[in-house]
């Protein structure tokens, strides 16, 4: 008997259409049609942005999981989410969380679970738990960056002063300039 649970997954942008094809995949193996699987995706599945909001409903999912490019989308919003760019124009966002809404007739994690004998993915689209993780590995990387860069910075400057100091030289900015004066010249008869 199907679970009457919602369910919430956070995907990457560009993993939108691989899940698109996944959940396609576990509903047609559990027996919706076609008439069924536009209505449930319609009514059932909508994604939100992480970080500005956007919603794209399952339509719409559908729509550009199934175009061929993103220049066959006539939607502006549709052809940045076909690129794996967040659906509104100037957001940064890479993540949307996918909402699965509560349905008798669904068991979500069958579905997620797909088919017993999974179909093929197309070369293009790598799994979605390999694109989470890499994901994950790059903001990783983009958090800890500018933390390096200062390390490294300081650690120059140290080294700098230090230097300074054993060989008895000025620090700049940090000790007056000297200033020399010398007499006037003496002349040799």
Not at 23 to 30: E, H, I, P
Not at 156 to 178: C, F, N, S, T, W
């Amino acid at each position: 008997m199907p679970q009457n649970t919602a369910k919430e997954l956070h995907v990457p942008v560009s993993g939108l259409t691989g899940l698109h094809q996944k959940l396609v995949a576990g509903l047609t193996a559990s027996g919706v049609s076609g008439a069924e699987l536009s209505e449930l995706f319609g009514r059932d599945v909508t994604a939100i942005c992480v970080k500005c909001g956007m919603t794209v409903s399952g339509e719409e999912l559908a729509t550009v999981a199934l175009a061929a490019s993103a220049e066959a989308l006539s939607e502006p919003k549709l052809a940045r989410l076909r690129q794996g760019y967040c659906g509104r124009n100037g957001s940064d966002s890479n993540y949307y969380t996918v909402q699965l809404a509560a349905n008798p007739q669904v068991d979500w994690d069958r579905v997620l679970l797909g088919p017993a004998e999974p179909a093929p993915e197309p070369e293009t689209a790598p799994p979605i738990e390999e694109e989470l993780a890499a994901g994950a590995a790059r903001e990783r990387a983009r958090r800890h960056r500018w933390w390096r860069i200062g390390v490294g910075v300081a650690a120059l400057l140290i080294l700098l002063v230090i230097r300074h100091a054993m060989e008895g030289v000025r620090i700049p900015l940090l000790q007056p300039k000297m200033e020399y004066r010398t007499s006037a010249p003496v002349q040799v008869e």
